[in-house]
């Protein structure tokens, strides 16, 4: 678990990389920056960790490049205490990132293999989600719903309804949508019945896997 002044220095440079793409939420680049992202990849990889790109981990899926990790953070406006629903846990990059920021972090993973390994090793790091469920993303956490932020790290062909459900007034819901590449989208739940939509370009993500192994 070694996190070496050359890989923090290399963290440092794609903290900057990320800030000169866009980024602005100096909380969201501390996190970037708090976080050794070498530990979550395959040791093949190590030396890649701190390029802005996705590379691949277990179960075919992949850890998303750092640009992506923070754009998505930076639209769901985490604050200290919020209840955040993380679709597709992953390496556990970006439950380690809404962790950093203080949130309650509730999520969910579809590959067992995956799930297993990361509860154990989100736990070696230090960080310590609220819940972390084997199951189907598609479906939410409805037991422990109103969720103020709902993020999805995969692809999704549409939304689904069970999300938008379980979003409370005032939250927040970033998912990408979308088929062979994604487009970033933003809802936002102005009251019981009313959902605001905005969108932010075009993403690549593995796809959210419903109901499968």
């Known amino acids: 678990m070694e996190d070496s002044y050359r890989q923090q220095g290399k963290r440092k440079l794609l903290v900057e990389l990320i800030r ?75 439950a380690a990132v809404l962790c950093e920021l203080g949130a309650k972090v509730y999520t969910i993973e579809r590959q067992q293999k995956l799930y297993k390994r990361t509860k154990n090793f989100l736990h070696q790091l230090g960080y310590r989600p609220k819940f972390m469920s084997f199951g189907d993303g598609y479906k939410g956490l409805p037991e422990y719903a109103p969720f103020d932020k709902i993020i999805v790290t995969a692809g999704a062909p549409f939304i689904p309804k069970p999300l938008l459900s379980q979003l409370k007034v005032g939250g927040r819901l970033v998912i990408p949508v979308g088929e062979e590449s994604q487009i970033m989208t933003l809802i936002k739940r102005t009251s019981p019945t009313k959902f605001q939509k905005e969108t932010f370009g075009e993403f690549r993500f593995v796809p959210l896997l419903e109901d499968k192994n």
């Open 20 to 94: 000169e793409k866009g980024i602005k939420d100096e909380k969201v680049l501390s996190a970037i920056n708090a976080i050794p992202r070498h530990l979550f990849m395959d040791s093949s990889f190590e030396d890649h960790a701190y390029q802005d790109k996705a590379f691949p981990i277990a179960a075919g899926q992949t850890i998303s490049q750092p640009y992506t990790v923070a754009f998505q953070t930076e639209l769901l406006q985490v604050r200290p205490g919020d209840l955040v629903l993380e679709v597709g846990t992953g390496s556990g990059y970006q």
